[in-house]
């Protein structure tokens, strides 16, 4: 099976433990067997290779996602990169041509795509092979799955077949109503349209061709910026008339606000936080390093990070990203390939940043041009490159860092390594950074 996972979000209905680089998928929130905790993104990939071992996984996503993936799954999944943000029907274009030109995919095998963070069980990765195995019969150019609905909802746009069949043609879309039109079309037998599609490569490879002006994939790579910004069922889904729907029953949900998420917590404190009387319904998500108390509260969600702190009615919850919206964008932290970085402190002209490496990682050899930095190993060790000389860090170690100088530095293989990275300038940016390659 071939599957494709759409790998997006702005990160802001669960501020603030996600942000532009930290997404919902990746925040580390569902208990594993041995009391670790796993994110979305890594649950759902368990949860395919559970279900068939062989399939062939790529993601699909922003360049400010990449290290995120990377740091959760390793080098074990295909990532189609999008230069920019250009919606889902330039990124389902990108990634087919990926498939076929990078990965190898025949243009007559069949693909499956879906969102990255479903809360669902593995019934769901079982019909998603069903899925593939009917848009191989060549019956219709798409085959969507339709969410048997559990109730009537304004929060999703609804499929109505043309009849009660398993699998059934397509009579109509309607878009997301209000709850008396919802209640209408569970009357009519319409299914929740959870974004989840399945397609012969040749059908997008030729759609793309149609809409767009590319010769390959790097074309098509490098012509990304100037692409369309649209849906792929604006796209393509609306314009289609060959369209079949498979029924689903089994157990789907979007966990896409702190109020839908806290109701599969399977505990109610993560993290340092204690609840003390009187405290109903409340969850806590800390991920400071202080701790969090909560007294006499009922129906409320806590939440805090380097990012901020959230202090919530649950059912309010659901409402914050416009208040987010008007909050300052710096990214507090982050997730990378090789380990992880948090602010601690940031002034008109520095900033604090602790780093943790990971064992044998190593970061990109590269300079900043408008500031210095400061490296104070605390723990581990590692060996560090500056302007092609080599140096090795041991805990208590502090290294200068020019402005305009090259350095890496690698972590140790055993120890991993962890260090006070001080970063002074006028002006500190993410955007102050230069790769080069190693000399």
Same mark, same amino acid.
């Given at each position: 099976?071939? =599957?494709?996972?759409?790998?997006?979000?702005?990160?802001?209905?669960?501020?603030?433990? *996600?942000?532009? =680089?930290?997404?919902?998928?990746?925040?580390?929130?569902?208990?594993?067997?041995?009391? *670790?905790?796993?994110?979305?993104?890594?649950?759902?990939?368990r949860q395919i290779k559970s279900v068939d071992a062989d399939a062939k996984v790529t993601i699909a996503t922003s360049r400010t996602q990449v290290s995120s993936i990377l740091h959760l799954l390793g080098n074990e999944v295909n990532i189609s990169v999008e230069p920019t943000r250009r919606d889902t029907f330039p990124a389902i274009a990108l990634a087919t041509a990926y498939l076929h030109e990078k990965c190898g995919v025949p243009v007559d095998e069949s693909v499956v795509v879906c969102p990255v963070d479903p809360y669902v069980d593995d019934s769901y990765f079982a019909a998603l092979k069903d899925l593939s195995a009917q848009a191989d019969k060549g019956n219709a150019n798409l085959v969507l799955m339709g969410i048997e609905p559990t109730f009537p909802s304004e929060k999703y746009g609804y499929i109505i077949p043309e009849n009660s069949d398993p699998v059934a043609k397509v009579r109509t879309f309607k878009e997301k109503p209000d709850m008396e039109t919802a209640r209408g079309y569970l009357k009519e037998g319409a299914l929740w349209n959870g974004g989840v599609f399945a397609y012969k490569l040749s059908y997008v490879l030729n759609r793309a061709h149609e809409l767009m002006d590319f010769k390959d994939y790097e074309d098509l790579f490098h012509k990304y910026d100037t692409l369309k910004k649209i849906s792929f069922d604006y796209a393509v889904v609306e314009h289609e008339p060959e369209i079949e729907v498979m029924r689903f029953h089994g157990e789907w949900k979007d966990l896409g606000t702190w109020n839908t998420l806290t109701e599969e917590m399977s505990e109610p404190v993560i993290g340092a936080g204690v609840l003390g009387e009187n405290c109903e319904k409340v969850h806590i998500v800390n991920e400071l390093s202080v701790p969090v108390l909560a007294m006499g509260l009922q129906d409320v969600v806590i939440s805090a990070s380097p990012q901020g702190i959230l202090v919530s009615n649950t059912d309010a919850s659901a409402r914050i990203k416009p208040y987010v919206d008007k909050l300052p964008d710096r990214i507090m932290f982050a997730e990378k390939s090789w380990g992880e970085y948090r602010v601690l402190d940031v002034d008109t002209s520095s900033m604090a940043v602790k780093i943790v490496m990971k064992p044998g990682h190593h970061m990109s050899y590269h300079a900043h041009h408008v500031r210095e930095e400061v490296w104070n190993v605390l723990s581990g060790s590692g060996t560090a490159i500056l302007d092609g000389k080599k140096i090795e860090l041991h805990p208590g170690d502090s290294l200068r860092i020019p402005c305009g100088a090259k350095h890496t530095v690698s972590a140790d293989p055993a120890d991993g390594l962890v260090m006070l990275e001080l970063q002074i300038g006028k002006e500190i940016s993410v955007e102050d950074k230069t790769k080069y390659p190693m000399e």
């Open positions: 099976m071939n =599957i494709i996972l759409l790998s997006g979000g702005s990160g802001k209905r669960l501020w603030p433990l *996600s942000n532009d =680089i930290r997404s919902k998928q990746f925040i580390k929130i569902f208990k594993r067997a041995d009391g *670790s905790y796993e994110s979305m993104i890594e649950r759902v990939y």
